[in-house]
């Protein structure tokens, strides 16, 4: 899958993206970690982003999960990802949505850009009904891309992940593909 937007494109991600990939998080690994789960140092080696992408092109096949990298169309530089995960079919025909962007990426709009080609994918041609999204509370930049690209407050999940160590409220966000709503 390849969606092309006006800043950036957001595409399938190959093996041949497994040191861009390791950069990203590298470079990124104390910002992530106040929005993700821990991982485990051996999670930055380049075998292990070459098992993740692998593991992905797997999951992709069987139809569970589709993760993308994001990339600027200048310079073709991998500034993020974003992943449709645990994949429903039958009465759900649902995702979950999950992101990660650059720190020095944050506040140009590429975000904003990523959701929505990946919104157009996901009802368009994977065919999904709906979408969700969790966010700590305290992540306004987050809350303030899904409420732009249409995604709606669902309530609270009190203790919903643990991330550093502690349990962490998440909001439910969730949209709706815009034709069965």
């Known amino acids: 899958m390849k969606k092309k937007g006006q800043y950036i494109n957001v595409r399938t991600l190959?093996?041949?993206?497994?040191?861009s990939l390791l950069t990203l998080e590298l470079?990124?690994?104390?910002?992530f970690q106040q929005f993700t789960p821990l991982v485990k140092d051996d999670f930055f080696t380049l075998s292990r982003q070459i098992e993740r992408i692998q593991r992905s092109e797997q999951r992709?096949?069987?139809?569970?999960?589709?993760?993308?990298?994001?990339?600027?169309?200048?310079t073709d530089?991998?500034?993020g990802t974003i992943s449709l995960n645990s994949v429903e079919r039958g009465p759900i025909e649902g995702a979950l949505l999950g992101y990660v962007l650059d720190e020095k990426h944050g506040g140009k709009g590429y975000m904003t850009e990523a959701i929505r080609l990946i919104i157009e994918y996901a009802f368009d041609e994977l065919h999904l009904h709906r979408i969700e999204a969790g966010v700590k509370p305290d992540n306004i930049g987050s809350i303030r891309v899904l409420e732009k690209t249409g995604f709606e407050n669902e309530g609270l999940n009190r203790k919903k992940v643990k991330i550093n160590g502690e349990w962490e409220d998440h909001y439910l966000f969730a949209i709706i593909h815009p034709d069965e709503s």
């Not at 470079?27 to 910002?31: A, C, I, P, V």
């Not at 992709?60 to 200048?74: P, R, V």
């Open 14 to 19: 190959t093996e041949n993206d497994a040191q």
């Open 27 to 31: 470079e990124n690994r104390t910002y």
């Open 60 to 74: 992709s096949a069987q139809d569970e999960d589709y993760m993308h990298g994001i990339f600027l169309n200048e």
């Open 77 to 79: 530089t991998l500034i």
